[in-house]
Each structure stands twice: as structure tokens, then as C-alpha cells.
């Protein structure tokens, strides 16, 4: 199946900062990609919708300022979480889709720790 | 609005006996994909198998088979002869037509593989 990488798999940061958590499809072009969070023993809670080109679509609750997202190119998402704070603290997970694949391939995932 | 259920939070299994997890999905849209995910304690989220709702046979991959009763709105997960690296968390997922149509997700259902 395609590839997507995600990058870093794991950080601590310090409250206050900034996040960049990237998502990258490896080996074909990504029109669409999903941000989504998931908090221990729970299921996956999708945050936003990344087109190429164009805003994110952010679910309702989500803090558009909080979690930027950014889908600058066919091959790569970011999401910035910015001014983390400890309840920030999760397991990030992106996924990718062409067009022409019914499947979406997810990434390794990010946990992110906010101290 | 589409909605997954799994119904069964932990299966216990042993080694190279055959496993049913249940999904049970509703949706309005005429067209739609239902998808079964395996997310060992990694994170990692690994695509398993696919079933198209107009697909007039059972979607089978390897061990894994997907038991598709239309009429009844099931999809259930079939894995023959488990193995230890079958443990994990396994999540059933529904989209609707489109290429920017997102996934909806089950709770999950954590599978123990035991000797």
C-alpha cells in the first residue's frame, strides 16, 4: 500500500511553545489529508480536513487558531499546535488519500507531551 | 450523519483459532466504504481490509475477511488462525461517497491473542 510518513513520532515540549508535526505522502500525491487526535484507550477523533491549496476544514469543538493546519503542496500537511499546554498532550495521527484509492494510509503518528 | 458501533471493547482468542469482531454501521448515503484498521500499542494505524457497499462479494485479504450483510448493516472482521501478533486494538470505519469524504470510526475492540 502507499506510504505516508509522519515526523517527529515523539516530542516534549514546553508549555507556551509551538508544535510543527509533519505528514508526508511518500509515493503518490495526497488531494486530501486528516488530522486526528486520539486520547488513551479511545477511539480516533478527526480535527480537520486538509486540501491542497485551500483551508483546512476544522470538526466542530476544534480551535482553528490553536491547531493550524497547512496543505502547501500535494506531498506534505502540517499541523501546528500552537501555545501548547498540557492538555494539549496526545497522540496526533495524520492519513492521506488520492482520488484513486479507496483506502486512507495513515501515518506513524505523534506523541506529543506538553510539560 | 454516518455511525459505527462495535460492540465488543475485548475478544480473547487462542493461538490459531479463527476470530469474528462485530461492526455494525447507519448511514443515509446510497454509496459508501466500510474499512477495518489495526492500531497495535505502537499507534501505528494499519489498513487491513475494504468492502464497497455495492461490492457483490466479501472483501477477503489473507486471513482477514470481511462478513458483509447489507441488509442487516454489519461488517464484521473475520481473522482465521490468530496469532500472537494479532493482539491489538482493531477499529471499524465507515466514509460516504467523494474523495474529501471523511472516515467515521468505531470504538475499537481490543483483541488478545493467547497461547
Known amino acids: 500500500g502507499a506510504v505516508v510518513s509522519q515526523h517527529p513520532s515523539r516530542v516534549i515540549c514546553k508549555s507556551g511553545t509551538s508544535v510543527k508535526i509533519e505528514c508526508r505522502s511518500l509515493?503518490?500525491?495526497?488531494?486530501?489529508m486528516f488530522w486526528y487526535r486520539q486520547f488513551p484507550k479511545q477511539s480516533l477523533m478527526l480535527m480537520a480536513t486538509s486540501n491542497e491549496g485551500s483551508k483546512a476544514t476544522y470538526e466542530q469543538g476544534v480551535e482553528k487558531d490553536k491547531f493550524l493546519i497547512n496543505h502547501a503542496s500535494l506531498t506534505l500537511s502540517t499541523l501546528t499546535v500552537t501555545s501548547a499546554h498540557p492538555e494539549d498532550s496526545s497522540f496526533y495521527i495524520c492519513?492521506?488519500?488520492?482520488?484513486?484509492?479507496?483506502?486512507?494510509?495513515f501515518g506513524q503518528g505523534t506523541r506529543l507531551t506538553v510539560v | 450523519a454516518q455511525k459505527i458501533t462495535q460492540t465488543q471493547p475485548g475478544m480473547f482468542v487462542q493461538e490459531k483459532e479463527a476470530v469474528t469482531l462485530d461492526c455494525t454501521y447507519d448511514t443515509s448515503d446510497p454509496s459508501y466504504g466500510l474499512f477495518w484498521y489495526k492500531q497495535p500499542s505502537s499507534g501505528e494505524m494499519i489498513f487491513l481490509i475494504y468492502?464497497?457497499?455495492?461490492?457483490?462479494q466479501n472483501a477477503t485479504e489473507g486471513r482477514y475477511s470481511l462478513n458483509f450483510q447489507k441488509a442487516r448493516k454489519s461488517a464484521n472482521l473475520v481473522i482465521s488462525a490468530s496469532q500472537l501478533g494479532d493482539s491489538a486494538m482493531y477499529f471499524c470505519?465507515?466514509?460516504?461517497?467523494?474523495?474529501?469524504?471523511?472516515?467515521?470510526f468505531g470504538t475499537g475492540t481490543r483483541l488478545q491473542v493467547t497461547l
Open positions: 492519513s492521506a488519500r488520492d482520488g484513486a484509492f479507496a483506502e486512507a494510509f
Open positions: 470505519a465507515m466514509r460516504g461517497a467523494g474523495t474529501a469524504s471523511k472516515l467515521t
Open positions: 468492502q464497497g457497499s455495492y461490492d457483490q
Open positions: 509515493d503518490f500525491q495526497a488531494t486530501t
